[in-house]
């Protein structure tokens, strides 16, 4: 694992871009240590820097926490296939179009899901040999991807999830499985996301802790204050 010297933002916070073979990665930690490590996922197809993600994770590392994000396979400036970038394009268009994507979304993103949790899990043992990170871990982002995290990796202790609309069908029979202390946030009006859907799946979740939060707005609409609230969440399960 390489690590990068990174730079100093505000009250001590150390940002720094990290490798781990092909894995490119940012990670944020506070002036103390070693603090509980959060990791931070964005929704398959998100760079690791877009600005929604970087302040979400800044503002969470503020808190207390070392968090981290990478861009899995096919994400962000990992090489992507012509056929992947043909299947995200077309799943866009039919979302778009609101036509039936339920088949596009499991032959496209079903996979997707499961080549990135390698990725994830070798970064956790890396970024947990780090002396200014210590346990336990939780995680925050793409509810796919967080629900197959937390069935494959025991270590993680309490888990944020965004969404939930379109899941794989793999996932959502995982759900059942999850156990571990939940987050969930909805936003009410997500063209992206069916309502029913996200609702479905946060009953299934078998959490004897999970707190649903829905807000009004679209996709991108998620109050900041769900951060703070967020940040409550984590300190009473990771601290």
């Not at 861009?71 to 077309?90: F, L």
């Not at 949790?117 to 939780?138: C, M, R």
């Not at 992206?192 to 939060?213: M, V, W, Y």
Request: glycine share 12%.
């Amino acid at each position: 694992m390489h690590v990068s010297s990174g730079r100093r933002l505000d009250g001590d916070l150390l940002e720094r871009e990290f490798t781990i073979g092909d894995i490119p990665g940012t990670l944020w930690t506070p002036g103390s240590g070693p603090a509980p490590l959060i990791l931070m996922a964005h929704n398959n197809g998100l760079p690791k820097g877009a600005s929604r993600l970087v302040a979400r994770a800044r503002r969470t590392a503020a808190y207390g926490y070392a968090v981290a994000t990478i861009d899995a396979r096919g994400c962000g400036d990992r090489p992507r296939s012509e056929a992947d970038e043909q299947a995200r394009a077309e799943l866009r268009r039919a979302m778009q179009a609101g036509e039936p994507v339920d088949d596009l979304f499991e032959s496209f993103v079903g996979p997707l899901v499961e080549e990135a949790v390698p990725d994830w899990l070798t970064t956790l043992d890396a970024l947990l040999s780090l002396p200014e990170i210590g346990g336990p871990v939780g995680y925050s982002g793409w509810t796919a991807l967080g629900i197959r995290l937390a069935v494959a990796e025991p270590r993680i202790a309490a888990a944020g999830f965004f969404a939930g609309g379109y899941v794989p069908r793999a996932q959502r029979e995982e759900a059942r499985r999850i156990t571990l202390p939940l987050l969930f946030l909805l936003q009410w009006d997500d063209e992206g996301n069916p309502r029913q859907r996200a609702l479905d799946l946060f009953d299934a979740f078998g959490s004897k802790e999970k707190t649903l939060h829905a807000n009004t707005g679209g996709h991108v609409g998620t109050p900041w204050f769900e951060v703070e609230d967020g940040g409550r969440f984590f300190d009473r399960h990771l601290k």
